[in-house]
């Protein structure tokens, strides 16, 4: 298992890393003075007994100031802190406090915070030396320190110059730590002014503090500077460069594209930001160029408007066409009607079959126009319903008579499931019939013989429901997610030659203009079911009770 190497804890803020061999080297150099002191002290004579060892007890942080080479953070430092006071204390308790010859190594807490680094340090050594001056004017109180001036003057000036260095180290840890900072500013600056976009520092009016990166070709820096963003945008643009300072600002994104006032034919993009700053609120701001990407939806929009134009003008052709094409087809039908009827007198055989194909030909290609007809007025908006209120199983009834020669001739049985009470419903009458009208033609078209279709009719609360149900071919899963589209077919080829693709599109259009819905239910080589659902049902009020109101039942459940 891989593991990631343990980071060392972080020194502190005012200490750089950079400090360690300077620091452990005061630290050598202070238990170094320290221990020949106490050697010189004893081998010269006059420094034994708790002075010795009180000078001795002021190498220990001297030494243990070496193990932050190894291991060097803020808790470490101030750990060392603690040992210099903690041997300041024993020393002058062991030497006679402030009346004895090491008085002086009182403030050696104060010059090792000052190494150490930091405010923190600081302060704490301060801290110790005022309790080190306690200690040492108890200890003075109790057993006052023996006169050793040699050893006074010595521990003086070994504090003093001790003192001096770590204000030196300190010193330099300052200019290390200016230094760094002003490199660190100005990679940063290098990074901002590489990136391929403009980033401004605002002022929530709109004034620009700072500016990085490569400007927009038609955004200059400099009067960005001078009169600010606001003034810099296209009039018409400003209020929505304005909303999105007032978003940012409220802590959200704001997000703009606005032409510069001086390249109106070009476009460039503002994401924004608030940015809090101890001097108050700002805003960081990217602009990019975004004229490529405007132009691209520019075109898309042409694209879209022509499509359009294309599409009404197409719906405006077809239903022109058909009414054209109904007049002259309205006569093919009369004249081969009468040859079919005879009522001129007799006609020979074949011109009887041909008279009988042309009327056949004539009413599928009128069928055809009428729905094409249909579907360019529904696709135009242009065809209104005109709801009324009837029976629908009246409506129902007189499209299966329609179709019932067709069925019997096919020897396919046409059946209804039909309620005992009047269905009444508000809806468009003719709409209705097309709707059962093509869903009865198409079963009859795909049953073979001896196949059987079924209509129901019901009425489930506010919603009325047409099923036409089939034994017929059926529809494959892939093909009945696409039917319902105008000119979509399933089937075979011979099954796509016996229609035209209308049907079940007009059924779903006339459906969606009632607010309704078509669904189809098929399984290949068994059948098909398609139920039609329109909220188009009156529900009918019950009587009045005697002096009471009158009470209208809830729908049942089951409408969708």
């Known amino acids: 298992m891989i593991q990631s190497a343990r980071p060392d804890p972080k020194p502190l803020p005012d200490a750089p890393a950079s400090d360690r061999p300077s620091l452990a080297a005061w630290h050598a150099g202070w238990a170094v003075a320290v221990a020949l002191l106490a050697l010189g002290g004893r081998w010269i004579g006059g420094v034994d007994g708790s002075v010795f060892y009180g000078v001795l007890t002021m190498v220990v942080p001297g030494l243990s100031g070496l193990a932050l080479l190894r291991r060097d953070g803020g808790p470490e430092r101030l750990v060392q802190l603690g040992i210099w006071s903690v041997a300041a204390l024993l020393t002058a308790a062991l030497s006679g406090g402030l009346t004895g010859p090491l008085s002086g190594f009182v403030f050696l807490p104060l010059a090792a915070g000052i190494a150490l680094g930091g405010p923190r340090p600081v302060q704490l050594g301060a801290l110790a030396v005022g309790l080190a001056a306690v200690a040492g004017l108890l200890s003075a109180s109790v057993t006052p320190g023996p006169h050793l001036p040699g050893l006074a003057a010595i521990s003086a000036l070994l504090t003093a110059t001790a003192a001096a260095l770590a204000v030196r180290l300190s010193w330099r840890q300052r200019e290390a730590r200016l230094t760094a900072a002003e490199a660190e500013t100005a990679r940063l600056e290098t990074l901002l002014a590489a990136q391929p976009g403009l980033t401004l520092v605002l002022e929530p009016s709109g004034r620009v503090v700072a500016a990085y990166g490569a400007p927009p070709v038609s955004l200059p820096v400099d009067p960005l500077f001078e009169s600010g963003l606001v003034a810099a945008v296209h009039a018409p643009d400003r209020p929505q460069l304005l909303a999105a300072i007032e978003r940012a600002l409220k802590g959200h994104d704001g997000a703009a594209v606005f032409a510069p006032r001086t390249a109106l034919d070009r476009r460039v993009q503002l994401i924004m930001r608030r940015l ?81 194909n042309i009327h056949q030909a004539g009413g599928h290609l009128l069928d055809l126009i009428n729905d094409v007809l249909d579907v360019t007025k529904i696709e135009a908006e242009r065809y209104t319903l005109t709801l009324e209120q009837f029976d629908a199983r009246e409506v129902v009834s007189a499209a299966m008579a329609l179709v019932r020669v067709n069925a019997d001739d096919k020897g396919v049985s046409l059946s209804s499931v039909l309620p005992g009470d009047p269905v009444e419903v508000s809806a468009d009458r003719r709409a209705l019939k097309q709707i059962a009208l093509n869903l009865l033609s198409n079963a009859v078209k795909f049953t073979p013989r001896d196949g059987a279709i079924t209509v129901t009719v019901e009425a489930i609360g506010p919603y009325l429901e047409v099923i036409v149900a089939d034994t017929g071919v059926g529809i494959a899963p892939e093909d009945v997610r696409r039917l319902g589209r105008p000119f979509e077919q399933a089937g075979e080829i011979e099954q796509r030659r016996q229609g035209t693709g209308l049907g079940l599109s007009l059924v779903r259009a006339f459906a969606e203009l009632h607010g309704g819905r078509m669904s189809i239910d098929s399984t290949l080589g068994e059948g098909t079911a398609v139920t039609v659902r329109l909220p188009v049902a009156v529900i009918a009020k019950a009587p009045a009770p005697e002096g009471g109101a009158e009470i209208i039942p809830m729908p049942r459940k089951g409408g969708g």
């Open 276 to 356: 809090d700053d101890p001097a108050g609120p700002r805003l960081i701001a990217q602009l990019f160029d975004a004229t490529a990407q405007y132009a691209r939806e520019l075109g898309l929009e042409v694209a879209r408007q022509e499509a359009e134009a294309r599409e009404a003008g197409k719906t405006r052709f077809l239903a022109n066409m058909s009414h054209e094409l109904r007049t002259p087809l309205n006569a093919v039908l009369g004249f081969s009607d009468i040859m079919r009827q005879r009522i001129f007198g007799p006609l020979p055989d074949r011109y009887s079959e041909y008279a009988e």
